[in-house]
């Protein structure tokens, strides 16, 4: 089944009851028994609840995985990730990724004893050399927030499996539109739905898809003993937003291709990250992993000064100046004081998120009227 279709029919039936199409809300926290301990198969909705269960195998379906598993956000997607492990174990992290990746690592997990190394991993076998005995996992963002370093998903998952470490993958960016880490390799994707595979932000909503038995059953029982669950109107949205990934997709990957071209050409630009460019890091990567390019951008200015960026952050009509990304609307942010904050400004600068540093979330709107939004506020 081609991925379209599934995206539309992937974990849905009508509703037996009354025929609906659409997969009923069931808004409720509880169920009624027969007879002690006999049951439909629900019994409390922190457990399971039958709006979730649809969206979970539309989630494995559309990542090609066995299981999938929802959680109330993003980060609590990766908390119940982190949960996998115990005090001592190690976890090597690439060094471009989500603010709000790094403050769980460093400010939640390392004081339960887990160690991070967060290191550039463009060239994949630079993992290598940072393994111990004490390695359990491998995570990585590919493209990166905020920079779209392309990372080597088989490469990685080649390495991991030769030392038998979990390797996990942010498929957040690029969705299941642009590319499928378990069919690389990768043990676990993650995704924060908010972005892409809801579409239309108005939800907040995590998911973990993978293919082991033994570690589906790990994920599901941390699911369900922390409670970190999202709601039956949350997963509805999200299985809303699925059915037209593939249209928007398209039309964010056309989008972003014709905002990127504009901006390298702009004489006020300076440097323009996008992963579909030629001469991008590991565009021959991106090539082979990824079906399209995507609509995240950043780039800088020439005048180099926050102020210049800020000018720009808020001279743009169209695109709104907001966090998060993925969704229908063109959004335009500031990484090192909003999604990055949390990153000490050092480690920020280092790896290149420096202060000047615009991302814009490519919507699909006309682009003709987003470049010339752009253009007003470049100036």
Excluded at 3 to 31: N, R
Excluded at 297 to 315: R, W
Excluded at 347 to 358: E, P
């Amino acid at each position: 089944m081609k991925l379209g279709t599934k995206l539309i029919h992937a974990g849905v039936s009508p509703d037996p009851s009354t025929g609906a199409i659409m997969t009923p809300i069931f808004q409720t926290s509880t169920y009624v028994q027969s007879a002690p301990g006999q049951h439909k198969g629900y019994e409390y909705a922190r457990t399971q609840n039958p709006t979730r269960d649809a969206l979970q195998s539309a989630l494995a379906a559309i990542e090609n995985g066995k299981y999938g598993i929802s959680f109330g956000s993003g980060l609590a997607a990766t908390d119940a990730i982190m949960k996998l492990l115990n005090p001592g174990d190690e976890v090597i992290a690439s060094n471009d990724l989500y603010g709000g990746t790094y403050r769980i690592f460093t400010k939640v997990f390392e004081r339960y004893g887990i160690k991070f190394q967060f290191i550039g991993m463009q060239e994949a076998e630079n993992i290598r050399s940072y393994i111990t005995p004490k390695t359990k996992l491998i995570w990585i963002e590919t493209p990166t927030n905020p920079l779209l370093n392309i990372i080597d998903i088989a490469a990685s998952a080649k390495i991991a499996q030769e030392h038998n470490i979990l390797l996990c993958v942010d498929n957040t960016f690029a969705s299941p539109y642009l590319q499928n880490p378990l069919d690389l390799g990768a043990h676990i994707v993650v995704h924060s739905a908010t972005k892409y595979l809801g579409g239309h932000s108005d939800v907040v909503h995590g998911a973990v898809i993978v293919k082991d038995d033994a570690l589906a059953q790990q994920l599901y029982f941390i699911q369900n003993s922390c409670g970190a669950v999202p709601g039956p109107q949350d997963c509805f949205l999200v299985l809303r937003g699925l059915k037209t990934l593939h249209v928007r997709m398209q039309r964010h990957c056309e989008n972003g291709a014709a905002v990127a071209q504009f901006l390298r050409q702009h004489p006020k630009v300076d440097k323009v990250y996008w992963c579909g460019f030629e001469d991008h890091p590991n565009h021959h990567i991106a090539k082979q992993q990824m079906k399209s390019f995507g609509g995240m951008i950043s780039f800088t200015l020439k005048d180099d000064s926050q102020e210049a960026a800020f000018k720009v952050l808020s001279g743009t009509h169209l695109f709104s100046l907001a966090e998060s990304l993925g969704g229908v609307e063109s959004l335009i942010g500031h990484p090192a004081s909003m999604t990055h904050a949390s990153i000490p400004r050092e480690d920020r600068v280092a790896n290149g998120l420096v202060d000047s540093l615009i991302r814009l979330s490519v919507g699909i709107e006309d682009v003709e009227d987003l470049i010339a939004d752009l253009q007003k506020a470049i100036g």
